[in-house]
């Protein structure tokens, strides 16, 4: 069975100082990953994903996550960060088969707050 | 591009009353979504559909009918309207099911009275 963990429900940076939020899976087959982020008041976007080409991923805003199958870890990260960039951040993973709950597995999500 | 759109994107209606979320996508993906999203229970997924005709319920399916005699459009009507369905709506599309990423719309953010 597949499953996602975001370690972190709550991470707080200055303005300029790199983010790391973490995210570890499980999962039986070669899974495809992704980092949405949902800034208040609006929908999920996808920041990146991880579909088993390079495993350091790039995605939008500076944002970038490595996968490392020895630890099942999908950080994302940026070098930055920017008041923009406070928002909600959910890692998710596709599951190989459906079903009722769907093919995508959410985490609980991550809320990163950036002082001035 | 318009991409995926809700509406309305704020509604307020009283209990038992039938209210209809509309949904619609320009790029022909053919998987469709419909989301809750709770403080406290996350992202849980109310109905798919897969194609035109073609639908399939979800986690939390009771109290939701949907439809989809387009590709392009995926309402999502509460028969009955309960306080319990207060919540934002989300609705999705995707090109496929299998590892594949799906694409949000901006949320419909209901309030049941």
């Known amino acids: 069975a597949q499953s996602v963990t975001q370690l972190d429900s709550h991470v707080s940076v200055s303005e300029g100082t790199p983010v790391l939020l973490r995210c570890n899976y499980s999962?039986?087959?070669?899974?495809?990953l992704f980092w949405y982020v949902q800034h208040p008041n609006k929908g999920l976007q996808l920041l990146l994903k991880y579909t088993s080409a390079a495993t350091l991923v790039k995605g939008i805003n500076g944002f970038e996550a490595e996968f490392k199958k020895s630890e099942t870890s999908f950080h994302l990260t940026k070098p930055s960060a920017h008041m923009s960039d406070a928002a909600e951040y959910f890692c998710?993973?596709?599951?190989?088969?459906?079903?009722?709950?769907?093919?995508?597995?959410f985490g609980k999500g991550t809320k990163l707050s950036v002082k001035p | 591009d318009a991409g995926i759109t809700q509406s309305p994107r704020y509604k307020i209606t009283e209990t038992g009353r039938q209210v209809t979320l509309m949904c619609h996508q320009t790029?022909?993906?053919?998987?469709m979504f419909w989301y809750r999203q709770d403080l406290g229970h996350g992202l849980r997924l109310i109905y798919y559909?897969?194609?035109?005709?073609?639908?399939d319920k979800g986690e939390v399916p009771d109290g939701y009918v949907v439809s989809r005699s387009k590709t392009e459009n995926f309402p999502l009507t509460l028969e009955s309207a309960t306080r319990s369905q207060t919540s934002v709506y989300f609705c999705a599309s995707s090109e496929s099911y299998q590892l594949h990423e799906q694409y949000f719309g901006p949320g419909t953010r209901l309030t049941v009275t």
């Open positions: 790029w022909s993906h053919s998987y």
């Open positions: 559909s897969a194609a035109a005709d073609i639908t």
């Open positions: 998710v993973v596709s599951r190989s088969y459906g079903g009722s709950q769907g093919n995508l597995i």
């Open positions: 999962s039986s087959y070669s899974p495809s």
